[in-house]
């Protein structure tokens, strides 16, 4: 930052130099504002513009006039100041909103494929240095068409809210938890040596949500880095898999199963 402030500075003190010192302070006040947008904060490009505010000082040609009043320059330079800060944290607003759109589900808040991949990419590189193990677990919702059928598209919507509520209060804050789509979550949970107990946990968390319906059950599929894979599309396939499996089981044994 102080390097662009500095070159800011020296390309408004060749521009007078080149121009004339005639009018020297108005010629650096564009340069006094590029410098105010540098910084993210209201003090900060207060701090960045002053060493374009002394170079157009320092270059006004007093004799002539240059040099308006210190009230008019101090008027002139504030609002400049407050001006770019005002812009660019709007800026930086719409950018935090489009990112946080692109990488989250609209439904329900959680991650959505794209952040959950962007994660695993950096949990695995995170472990592999480590030595470490992580979990990746699906899960979906056994019975959840037929909520949709009877209680409609709002009842099954507001279903899929309570079961990203209920995992995002049991889970730690470092666990990423991820729709898929439909009523498939994904949660991949950092530094885990107990895969089963990370799964019944999860088990727990989405039959809290749907107890009373019975005929509402949840299936679980995990997989565990690096035992089942290094790379996150083969860990989601096993845990996928593995999930199917615990579906199959769940018909011939009506019961909630989890997979190892």
């Not at 990746?136 to 809210?161: E, I, P, S, T, W």
Request: net charge neutral; hydrophobic share 50%.
């Amino acid at each position: 930052m102080s390097v662009r402030v500095a070159l800011i500075a020296l390309i408004s003190a060749l521009l007078v130099a080149v121009g004339g010192a005639h009018g020297g302070f108005w010629m650096c006040v564009p340069g006094v504002m590029l410098a105010a947008s540098i910084a993210d904060t209201a003090l900060g490009a207060a701090y960045c513009a002053l060493p374009v505010l002394v170079v157009a000082v320092l270059l006004a040609d007093r004799d002539r006039g240059a040099m308006p009043p210190l009230w008019e320059a101090f008027l002139v330079v504030s609002l400049s100041i407050a001006v770019m800060h005002s812009v660019r944290r709007r800026l930086r607003h719409e950018r935090d909103v489009m990112e946080h759109a692109a990488l989250s589900d609209p439904l329900t808040g959680l991650a959505n494929r794209r952040m959950l991949m962007s994660v695993a990419e950096h949990e695995i590189a995170r472990h592999q240095r480590a030595d470490a193990r992580f979990v990746v677990v699906m899960l979906d919702l056994n019975g959840f068409k037929q909520v949709n059928d009877r209680y409609g598209h709002h009842a099954g919507d507001q279903l899929l809210c309570d079961v990203a509520g209920s995992l995002t209060q049991v889970l730690r804050s470092q666990d990423t938890i991820a729709r898929l789509g439909g009523d498939e979550f994904c949660v991949i949970a950092p530094e885990t040596e107990n895969p089963r107990a990370l799964a019944e946990k999860v088990t727990e968390a989405v039959a809290h949500v749907t107890d009373g319906r019975d005929s509402l059950t949840t299936s679980v599929g995990i997989a565990v880095f690096p035992e089942d894979g290094t790379g996150i599309e083969k860990l989601l396939r096993i845990a996928d898999d593995r999930l199917l499996a615990a579906k199959r089981r769940r018909y011939e044994r009506p019961q909630r199963r989890v997979a190892a």
